[in-house]
């Protein structure tokens, strides 16, 4: 069965360039193209909703995160996959709290696309940051997600750094300094088996300690 695809972006060189890939692969049909969050409505009651929807964060009339918020509303078993070149950690944050389940670099090679949205079709997420890991089996089991224990304040770290709070505010929202910030960042990465706070935040979400 063939995994449909939609794509929301206002650079219509990238999104064409981008359902051609996607459309030479087995197993992939793009279901719906839209310029911003607005044409998208407009279309998407038209037709069938796809199974994974690419969203650009920067678009015109309705960007990507109220794009995000009205899908999660409206579709709720949809999987979104945030599509961008902007690396700041708030604005990636920002996307993954509205309802993206993955955030991905337009840069990104093709065969590792094809590879994230096989696996958030699959497993309804994507954390390359989690996969690089040597010990990637483990995520999928219940047993090594149930042995991971965060102490009352890494778990209140992981929820503070689930928003746009710098790690010196995380610091003074505490009460600690940044050098005990800095201690729990470190224990978190290591039980989480991350490298880096978008990763953490993609582990936290999908382990439920985030509620989106």
């Known amino acids: 069965m063939a995994i449909r695809i939609g794509l929301v972006d206002d650079h219509q060189l990238f999104s064409k360039s981008l359902s051609l890939l996607l459309k030479s692969i087995d197993g992939y049909v793009i279901e719906v ?3 911003n969050g607005k044409d998208l409505q407009q279309k998407l009651s038209a037709r069938p909703a ?11 009339l309705m960007d990507g995160r109220e794009t995000a918020r009205w899908l999660r509303a ?3 078993f949809m999987k979104m996959v945030a599509l961008s070149m902007d690396d700041k950690e708030s604005t990636i944050i920002s996307m993954l709290k509205a309802g993206c389940c993955s ?4 840069d990104i090679h093709p065969e590792e696309l094809e ?8 497993y309804g997420y994507y954390n390359l940051d989690a996969l690089h890991n040597k010990n990637r089996k483990a995520m999928n089991d219940n047993e090594a997600q149930a042995s991971v224990h965060l102490s009352d304040k ?7 750094a689930c928003s746009d709070l710098t790690y010196k505010e995380i610091a003074h929202r505490m009460n600690h300094s940044e ?3 800095d201690g729990y960042r470190e224990s978190v990465f290591k039980k989480y088996q991350v490298q880096s706070r978008v990763g953490m935040a993609l582990e936290a979400i999908r382990r ?5």
């Open 33 to 35: 193209e839209a310029c």
């Open 50 to 60: 796809p199974d994974i929807m690419l969203i650009d964060v920067n678009m015109p």
């Open 74 to 76: 409206s579709y709720p």
């Open 103 to 106: 955030y991905l670099y337009k």
């Open 115 to 122: 590879s994230a949205l096989h696996h958030v079709y699959q």
């Open 154 to 160: 890494e778990s209140e770290f992981v929820l503070l």
């Open 179 to 181: 050098r005990t910030i």
């Open 208 to 212: 439920g300690l985030v509620i989106l």
